[in-house]
């Protein structure tokens, strides 16, 4: 007991985070509503807890953000930083930053009275820099310094609240950025740190930058391809003017239009100086040429210049043997980047994150990808996502500031599935090795595509249902052409009066994709559908109703109908209006629609997929694990399972995974040979279960998590009083039967010694 309690003590009060980092990396943001979300929770101590609820009325705190502003704000105010509450309203603190470049900042009071004031100084562009945000009672002090090579500029305002300064920081959330009331700054945040019950001692004019700053160098990058756009644009001037001369020597012009001309030609000696350029940027000069006689000025720009370069670096990629090109096109390739062309920038993230052809460099695939990211590239929203969800290359794990970057790869994906355009590709998983999938693969002119449209010219339905889908989403290596589409819905639905075709045709029609937008003739076709038993048609029509004419009622009548004609769809459409109070005659309930049996199938296949990643989370094996323990829905119990996840999140550090394995073993499963390998217990085989389970909770108890101590020390402890137990019990009865040997021996020496005088 000695043992448990002097660790204990030493563990039971965990530091308090005082000082917060709401955000310790960089973020790219694109300028819309995808922020990043922080809640706080109160203080575990009592103490501190305390003199916080106290300060809410007298805060005395700052607030610490770094960023780099790359445009001014598109519309009045933008988002930098901001405090939401419980009701949806702005609260203490929210920073925003004008069209003008000043600061908006806003404090709030008792009684939800605000006071709002605008600093007298202007963030400028294309510099980092730390606005600080102090809070002393009712002084609220605005600072901000900015640096870059040449110099340092620190500017500061203060203003006195006529009314008290109310922050309670546990209340609503903090959104850094864009969020759901407000688009964000277009640019780069970095740390943003919240001193929680102090003010940092450094003054602004002793600030510095931070080290992931430094490293990612984002205003070298910027500064370097400033100089490309120089001499790129001088090159598009010069080619052009040369290009223009060429073509008017060719056609009779008087004499005047001729010395004009010569007078805006560079002359000799200039023509040396901006036609001259460094060995790495002469493909870049030669394809400015080119495409200046080609095309001219008006068809030129420094964006066009970019595109030529990515589709050369591509070429000249797509002919290699080797990996030993990639080497040779990246200038090509950060040229391209540097002149705005976002697929260049991703590709470049992915080469030297990989380290494909080219020394793997970490950071500068980072900075790349957030270049893209900032130009709202999705690949690169979705690489850096991936990145902070998982803690890759040696970013610190944030799931907030990856739901940011999912979040808007998301709507976008939303989007393109709403509006489809020829220039998407629907994307299936094909495996090489699945002949038949492989041998479906086609386009227009091969035979299988030929003969389903003689199929369909001969009145077969599921033909003409096959060619439209192709045309429409692209599938199967068909080019897809949402016009030609069209006419095979359009024929479907009119001539074979298929149900799938009318369905198709009326969604076409209503959302006016690849046809002119006509919603009476679209709601004519889907009741048609409807009527030959067409189940989506229902739910169709139940959106129709719910979104055009308002109709909750008919609109929550078609939705049953289709729920009780099991569409998957319907459940999810009822549970909406459900849970926003607009079901007729039922009040909002935000889970009167979650079926058990449904919300564990969600669960067992998310957790399932989770658990498949390269590096899966504990929680989620341990989720897993348990899954695997109760069993789901026809799957019996399997344990060996259950013990394997808890196995891999053991050894991922997860004290829970410790203690699982001891409840396993508590309940009579022997873990098998291969789990206690794993776990380096292989000694352990055929010992006693109190040894094994002996360890494994102390392995429990000694990991770092603190929740973990108490629980996995007083299971510790239970083992060592059974031991003892059995041990003590085994010892009593040894010594009852000693004592039982012992008390029959006695007895007939006593009763010899009692018989001898009588025998005499």
Known sequence: MLQLTQPFSKKQCPLEQETVHLLSSLYASTGEIFGITKTLDPYSSEVLEYLRVKAISFPWCMFSIWIFVTRHCGSKVCGLFHHIDSQNNYITPTVLLKNSGQLHIQICGESQESTAFLTPFKVPLSKWCQISVTLQGRTVTVSMVCMDEEERTVNSAEHLMRHAVMLDDTEGYFVIGGGRYIRGVEGYFGPLVYYRNRVSPHSMSEAVIPDVIRTVNLTGWLQTCHEFHVEMTLKIMGYSLQAQEQTESETCFDAFHEWMVKDRLPSQSQCGLWEATVPHRRQAANLVKFLAFKHGERRLSLPAVGRALYSLSLHKLDRAS??????????????????????????????????????????????????????????ALLQLGHLHHQGLHGLPTDTDLAYGYYANVAKQTTLDRLNPTPDQTFVEAVYLNNDELLNLQTNEDHHIFQWLKLQACRGAAEAEQAIGRMLFWGQQGVSPNIQKAVRHYERGAIQLEDPVSMYDYGIVLMQGQGVEKDIPKAVTFLKKAMDRGFVPAINALGWYYEQFEHDYQQAVQLWEQADFLESPDAPLNLGVVYSQGLYPGKPADQLGFVDPVFASDCMWRYYNLTIQSKNPDPYALIRMGDLLYEGHDDRQKDLFSAAEMYTQAALGNEPQGWYNLGLLVEEGFRLPLSVLIDLGLSELYMADNSVLLSTLYRRCRDSEDTDSYLPCS?????????????????????SIAVAAVAAATIFFIVLGVLRRPGST
Do not use: E
């Not at 080469?351 to 130009?375: E, F, H, I, T």
């Not at 060592?720 to 010892?731: E, P, R």
């Open 322 to 379: 080797s990996t030993g090109v990639v080497s040779k096109i990246l200038p090509l390739l950060l040229q391209a980047g540097c002149l705005a062309d976002n697929r260049a920038l991703h590709t470049l993230s992915v080469l030297y994150s990989a380290g494909l052809g080219v020394k793997k460099q970490p950071n500068k695939a980072w900075l790349l990808a957030l270049l893209a990211a900032q130009k709202d590239d999705r690949l």
């Open 714 to 734: 007083l299971a510790l402890f239970n083992v060592s009083l059974q031991s003892l137990q059995k041990d003590y019990s085994a010892a009593i009865k040894f």
